[in-house]
């Protein structure tokens, strides 16, 4: 991790000789809440486990494995397939786990309005706790963001994360961001990047990242 990390900054220091930031946007936005996709997909699971007898839960597991395979083999349609039937079969653990997964694939390959519109859909369900529902809000914002949909609900949405005092608070912080520079407001970004960078409680991998972001906006 850390050496991907490391040519990530690499990569970014050798875009800031090219002075382009839409390059930027382009190549690193959707890295941006991988740590956040790894957190909902531990704790989700750890409640698919709580909600099932122990054999309904192992077979859903196993399907769900059978799913990922899938995706990581290059298989999206089959992977969405069956995504799509745990979905609808699985309880709220790994039901819910399968619409992010759905929503990812859709990111994954290149089709961002579908992305966002699924996590939309997340977001939007009451059925769900509030900290997996705000986490397809900062998912879906960084979807649109990445769209040419010109969709901005989960966007907004996103922004008013960034100013409470919720769990994904710091990663939505980041996104709004990435929205004020996506939109070409540079100054506006190097000052929510800048607050970043002063935040002892922020998370210090997000700090390293806001810090690279303004040495871009700063042209160093």
């Known amino acids: 991790m850390a050496d991907e990390q490391d040519l990530l900054l690499r990569e970014i220091d050798e875009e800031l000789k090219q002075d382009n930031l839409q390059r930027i946007w382009n190549s690193y936005g959707m890295l941006i809440v991988g740590g956040a996709v790894a957190l909902v997909v531990g704790v989700a699971a750890f409640k698919g486990w709580q909600a ?99 969709a901005t609900a989960l966007t907004a949405r996103a922004e008013k994360l960034a100013t409470g005092n919720g769990p994904w608070r710091y990663t939505a912080k980041e996104v709004s961001a990435l929205s004020a520079l996506k939109n070409g407001d540079n100054k506006t970004a190097h000052t929510r990047y800048d607050a970043l960078t002063k935040d002892a409680a922020a998370p210090q991998g997000l700090r390293n990242r806001a810090r690279e972001m303004l040495n871009v906006l700063s042209g160093k």
């Not at 122990?54 to 990581?72: W, Y």
């Not at 969405?80 to 997964?101: H, N, P, T, V």
């Open 52 to 150: 099932y007898d122990l054999k309904q839960r192992t077979a859903t597991a196993a399907q769900f494995s059978v799913a990922q395979e899938l995706a990581s083999g290059g298989k999206p349609d089959a992977a969405k397939e069956a995504f799509s039937k745990i979905a609808a079969d699985a309880g709220a653990g790994y039901g819910m786990l399968a619409r992010f997964q759905m929503a990812a694939l859709s990111a994954n390959n290149g089709d961002a309005a579908a992305a966002a519109g699924a996590y939309e859909l997340i977001a939007n369900d009451d059925k769900l706790e509030s900290v997996y529902r705000d986490l397809a809000v900062v998912l879906g914002a960084l979807s649109e963001l990445n769209s040419k949909s010109g």
